[in-house]
């Protein structure tokens, strides 16, 4: 059986909160574990609380009829990703990054 990586369980998580589905509906529909899937969310829920309270990052919800499909992403050794979703300005992109 093939693993499957963080990044791809921490998208799936992700999908997940947005999906307005039970942890065991969404798994089902995705044809996943549900017992890795319930196993993901408590680290990612547990990071994410974590995380939150220590640097005062917020999630930020995309309207419905934003694009859905991200036209960057950066991710860093620790784990961490960033999409960046419809035009942005590549200049200010390094000055995030660097």
Not at 17 to 40: M, P
Not at 41 to 51: I, L, P, V
Not at 61 to 84: D, F, H, R
């Amino acid at each position: 059986m093939k693993k499957t990586s963080i990044e791809t369980y921490y998208e799936l998580f992700y999908r997940w909160q947005r999906s307005g589905l039970s942890k065991a509906a969404f798994a089902d529909r995705e044809g996943i574990s549900k017992v890795s899937f319930y196993s993901w969310c408590k680290k990612f829920e547990t990071k994410t609380d974590s995380q939150d309270a220590s640097t005062g990052f917020t999630r930020i919800e995309l309207a419905e009829s934003a694009s859905q499909a991200a036209v960057a992403k950066i991710s860093y050794p620790n784990g961490i990703s960033v999409e960046l979703f419809g035009s942005f300005d590549p200049d200010r992109i390094k000055a995030l990054v660097s």
